[in-house]
């Protein structure tokens, strides 16, 4: 049983973004990768901590998020709900790190 996968409205202009810069063309390719494991039933990712999730749960109304990394320097967050996956967010490791709080070496 796979996922439905659903983009949050908040966050389609990071992907216009991503397909409209030819550098982060090869992030795409592997965003596309990242959601069709999804949608294909493959859970991948680590839980984030309740406290953590603090951010993502105002905006997006979620209980729990999952990080996945998408290729080295990229992550994908999202949310299982029942049956859909919903993707809340993509963004690079520095950004990651300065989301949840982690010290980038």
Do not use: C
Request: glycine share 6%; charged share 30%; net charge negative.
């Amino acid at each position: 049983m796979g996922y439905s996968v659903v983009i949050h409205p908040k966050i389609l202009h990071l992907f216009t973004r991503l397909e409209s810069r030819h550098r982060e063309h090869e992030v795409r390719e592997h965003l596309e990768k990242a959601l069709s494991k999804l949608e294909s039933g493959e859970f991948h990712g680590e839980h984030e901590r309740k406290y953590q999730l603090l951010h993502f749960e105002k905006e997006f109304n979620v209980d729990n998020l999952w990080v996945m990394r998408i290729d080295g320097n990229w992550r994908l967050l999202y949310s299982i709900q029942g049956n859909t996956a919903v993707v809340v967010g993509v963004m690079d490791h520095k950004d990651y790190d300065d989301v949840f709080g982690y010290k980038t070496s």
